[in-house]
């Protein structure tokens, strides 16, 4: 499989190619049509990447900051329970405090919490875009 762009920049991923022209799927949408091979140009990204591409940008940084299960449950908690205290998290999981916050920081820079007060402590809440991750990973 190969990534190719049509003469407008838009990405495919080349899924057969004749004489005449190619079969391409979006990535966006999964539908596959036939493009002239005059229109296509190799784009020289990794066919795999181009494929996440196709992804939601939201859903991409929830699926990689999430390299887990218990990573995965975290974000989940946080969206079921709301802005919690840095004491409050070390109480509840079983994670050390510096993997804690290795995965607060991920987190952060992935735009899914942000930092807050909770109860006169250091806390953090889900942001609007992690409530959103969460409810499509759940439908």
């Known amino acids: 499989m190969q990534s190719v762009r049509d003469e407008d920049g ?41 494929a996440a591409d196709g992804l939601p940008p939201e859903l991409r940084r929830a699926v990689l900051a999430c390299r887990d299960e218990r990573v995965l449950g975290l974000l989940v908690e946080f969206a079921d329970r709301g ?27 992935a735009g899914l919490l942000a930092e807050t007060t909770v109860a006169g402590e250091r806390g953090y809440e889900p942001t609007d875009e992690a409530l959103d991750v969460v409810e499509r990973f759940r439908d």
């Open 83 to 109: 802005a919690l205290s840095v004491r409050t998290l070390l109480d509840s999981y079983d994670l050390c405090e510096s993997d804690l916050h290795g995965l607060l920081a991920e987190f952060r820079a």
């Open 10 to 50: 838009t990405p495919y991923l080349l899924v057969k190619r004749s004489s005449e022209s190619s079969l391409v799927r979006d990535p966006a949408t999964g539908e596959e049509r036939y493009v002239p091979n005059d229109d296509l140009r190799s784009d020289g990204e990794s066919p795999l990447s181009a």
